[in-house]
């Protein structure tokens, strides 16, 4: 899983570009694992972990594709979508891949005004257990913030949770720091789940 998906990230990278792009958090799980993948790399910026990734920004009602973003839409303030309530915006990115995540979409919810996160979780149905654990001490607030459901036909779990609810959201963030502040929780989520595996 993680430790895997990681090794190969970095292997590719390497193959292709003589180096490996990783960022902090993953330079301590190398070093935490003793990961034979522990050099070889460059550490970059937390805040162009995104800077590659597919943004799509859309109408919620109709799902039609409003544009394709540039990385220059991560420097937005994530209030953009109070102020478009109607929008959201979609991300595809290798580093979702690497932790067992989907694309990654934001927008505000109709009726409470949090902002949502949905993804899909490639995570077998047995760390269903784990999952409802960790989300619940991981998330801030009651057992409403976030919604679990596991699709037996794609085989992934659909999650869906308020950002607001994760520790260290503010109002302040910009688009890109709050796709960071998710990365984070749902890394976390993925290494919780490989020390599961054994």
Do not use: C
Not at 6 to 34: P, V
Not at 81 to 100: A, L, N, P, Q, T
Not at 147 to 159: P, Q, V
């Amino acid at each position: 899983m993680l430790k895997e998906n990681l090794a190969s990230y970095i292997e590719k990278e390497q193959k292709e570009k003589g180096t490996a792009l990783i960022f902090e958090k993953e330079k301590e799980y190398l070093e935490m694992t003793d990961s034979d993948s522990a050099d070889g790399f460059t550490i970059g910026n937390e805040g162009d972990r995104f800077r590659e990734a597919y943004l799509e920004r859309g109408d919620k009602e109709t799902e039609e594709i409003l544009a394709e973003e540039s990385p220059d839409f991560l420097e937005k303030p994530i209030s953009y979508f109070r102020e478009h309530k109607r929008e959201f915006v979609y991300m595809e990115s290798k580093w979702f891949d690497v932790i067992g995540a989907d694309a990654v979409s934001l927008e505000v919810d109709d009726v409470f005004g949090n902002y949502d996160i949905m993804l899909g979780l490639k995570l077998q149905k047995k760390y269903q257990k784990y999952l409802k654990d960790s989300l619940d001490k991981g998330l801030e607030g009651s057992g409403d913030a976030y919604d679990l459901m596991f699709d037996s036909g794609e085989g992934i779990w659909n999650l869906n949770f308020s950002l607001d609810a994760l520790p260290g959201f503010h109002g302040g963030l910009s688009v890109g720091e709050a796709y960071s502040l998710v990365y984070g929780f749902l890394f976390n989520l993925a290494e919780g789940a490989q020390s599961q595996q054994g």
